[in-house]
């Protein structure tokens, strides 16, 4: 299988883009013609600088207007084609892409674009050039894959075949399974790109909001099966006209689309055993059974300011590492590390970013695969010295910054408490032995980061792990929209919730700002009894966030409840949510540091959502426990 990604899809100059594309991993480009035009180089320059980045040339596109054009203009643009076959031949391109006409001149009949094709055909022959069309969504005459087939089957020519744009056969929801009866040699080459499902004009959507395979709503998946169907070997090819990228970083952007390719190929080989087209062999996508620790970097002070807030939810302080200087605290099946070593990883996150969050635990059937298969999606595996009688943890890196280790029941992994920790005996330094309060397991846990960043992580998660996304929502903060979305596995055992920011001036962008980049921002423990766990809360001498008396006034109004129960919520701190399936309980800790926090949730009958509606509400109550703008830390 060769990939390459057109030069539109991400920012920067030629030489730019050619350096992120050749590092992604790609075997070849679509030279946009804008950006050949705007570089200062000839074409023979072009194209060795091309081949110097070890990449080839697998497409010159675009060719506009074309076919079904009356005299004198039908003249002119052979004319022009001829000086486009010119400058591809300096470049070392032989492939070109023309695609349906759109001009107010242009005359309609397929027997009519089929026989300019078959001279174009001739003329491009002695060149040894191939011809590609390719049926824009609003082309004028021609926006279907299966006309513009049929005016190449009728063209009859060996230099000129179809191309075939996901986007532009999804978004007129024309059904991919067409593609199939298409003879695979007749395909000269596949753009591929998704899309969210906005109802908009389809040039407008195109341009402005075209993403990578995986990342949109679009059957991407379908449509690429049935071009692997009809016997096609070529190239597969991202064409992705977005804003967000255009900004962005040409070699996140790069990286994401290459990933995108593999996951995408991965899927239809296993769908399609029989297809030509080849792809790495690679695990399964990796099943998650629960979180099984998370693990902060902080300094001394920090450490006991965590733990004391840890001790008020029930938390004891159960193990202490062999020879490091780090502590577990534990409640339920909750692992919760706390790391104050001064060498390491952690140390280093922490130099960076302050207290946070550095590393999670997930809990896998096989480690080892889980780290062939994130290498196979491109993620980067992660190791570091490992002291006598350590173990060595499977691990990548995550994205934010953080790390990602996988502990399986297959090995030693298994005993990893036992082997590297002790549990600690002397509590003479500790409050009295706290209390539990019913918190059993990791519910979610919640990364922010800035919002051109959740695509990226919406794909690094999906591609790797056994889980689904969530439709994305808005979460409301008075400053701004927060977007937020859900990666999710089908038994609620692993749930990672993406809030993308838009300014800092919203609570998330906030703790962006204040930790230098994306982390996650707050960890949400599960109870099988909320009003129970408040109480015991309390007698630990926990501190709830107050909501305003104004939330519970109208939560009565809202959903017709008793109001003995909303007098439960109240006296609990309690916020409340329902859908059709069942209903949603949350308290939460005041902010820790910079706006980090914890929260409690409680699931009863089908509820599958995290309370959005409820955010808005939440996110003023922590504002108003903000340091006040302006002054200082310390």
């Not at 299966?146 to 020519?157: G, L, Q, T």
């Not at 004891?316 to 780090?326: C, P």
């Not at 173990?391 to 992994?413: C, M, N, T, V, Y």
Request: aromatic content about 10%; proline content about 4%.
């Amino acid at each position: 299988m060769k990939t390459a990604i057109a030069t539109v899809s991400i920012a920067g100059d030629l030489r730019e883009k050619l350096a992120a594309i050749a590092a992604a991993g790609f075997d070849g480009v679509e030279i946009f013609e804008n950006d050949f035009l705007a570089y200062d180089g000839s074409p023979r320059d072009v194209g060795q600088m091309v081949r110097d980045y070890g990449l080839e040339i697998s497409l010159f596109q675009p060719f506009r207007d074309f076919e079904g054009m009356p005299e004198p203009q039908r003249s002119k643009v052979f004319d022009r084609a001829e000086r486009k076959f010119d400058l591809m031949g300096e470049l070392g391109a032989d492939l070109v892409l023309i695609c349906s006409n759109v001009s107010p001149a242009s005359l309609g009949g397929i027997d009519r674009a089929a026989r300019d094709f078959h001279d174009l055909g001739e003329r491009a022959a002695k060149r040894c050039i191939r011809v590609g069309y390719e049926a824009l969504a609003w082309g004028r005459h021609v926006n279907d894959h299966r006309d513009a087939w049929e005016i190449v089957r009728r063209a009859d020519h060996a230099n000129v075949g179809i191309i075939l744009d996901s986007f532009h056969t999804l978004a007129r929801k024309i059904d991919p399974e067409s593609i199939r009866s298409i003879p695979g040699d007749k395909i000269f080459f596949v753009q591929l790109a998704d899309a969210p499902q906005i109802d908009m004009d389809l040039l407008y959507w195109s341009r402005h909001f075209r993403n990578m395979p995986g990342e949109g709503d679009l059957d991407v998946y379908g449509f690429m099966r049935a071009v692997a169907a009809t016997g096609y070997e070529g190239t597969l090819s991202l064409e992705i006209f977005n804003d967000q990228f255009r900004g962005g970083s040409p070699k996140f952007i790069s990286v994401d689309g290459h990933r995108s390719l593999v996951y995408l190929m991965d899927r239809v080989r296993r769908a399609e055993p029989d297809i030509r087209l080849t792809s790495p062999e690679m695990p399964d996508r990796i099943a998650v059974s629960g979180v099984e620790f998370v693990e902060f970097a902080a300094d001394e002070e920090e450490a006991r300011e965590l733990g004391t807030l840890l001790h008020t939810l029930g938390f004891e302080r159960a193990r202490r590492h062999v020879s490091k200087d780090v502590d577990l605290w534990r409640q339920g099946e909750i692992n919760i590390v706390i790391n104050t070593e001064r060498e390491g990883f952690a140390h280093a996150s922490h130099v960076v970013h302050g207290m946070n969050v550095c590393d999670i635990g997930l809990r896998v059937e096989n480690a080892e695969a889980t780290v062939e298969r994130a290498k196979a999606m491109d993620a980067e595996p992660f190791d570091q010295p490992v002291g006598p009688g350590e173990l060595e943890i499977p691990a990548i890196r995550g994205l934010g910054g953080g790390l990602i280790h996988f502990i399986d029941e297959q090995s030693d992994l298994a005993k990893l408490w036992d082997i590297e920790f002790q549990p600690v005996t002397d509590k003479s330094t500790d409050r009295e032995t706290s209390a539990g309060v019913g918190l059993t397991r990791i519910d979610h846990v919640a990364q922010t980061m800035n919002y051109e960043e959740m695509l990226t992580s919406l794909l690094f998660y999906t591609s790797i792990f056994e889980t689904e996304k969530t439709p994305m929502v808005d979460v409301v903060d008075p400053a701004g929209l927060v977007r937020s979305q859900v990666i999710e596995n089908a038994d609620g055992s692993l749930r990672i919730t993406l809030n993308g920011a838009e300014n800092r001036r919203t609570l998330a962008g906030h703790f962006i700002a204040e930790r230098f980049g994306s982390a996650v921002q707050h960890l949400a423990f599960e109870t099988s009894d909320i009003f129970a766990t408040a109480e015991a809360l309390a007698a630990n001498g926990f501190q709830p966030l107050e909501i305003s008396g104004n939330y519970y006034d109208d939560l009565e109004a809202r959903f017709d409840l008793d109001s003995a129960f909303i007098e439960q919520l109240r006296q609990a701190h309690a916020l409340y949510d329902r859908d059709e399936q069942g209903e949603y309980f949350q308290l939460y800790s005041p902010g820790f540091g910079e706006g980090f926090f914890f929260e409690i949730v409680e699931r009863r009958g089908g509820y599958r959502g995290y309370g959005a509606p409820n955010a808005q509400f939440r996110i003023a109550a922590q504002k108003r426990h903000m340091r006040p703008k302006g002054m200082p830390k310390y």
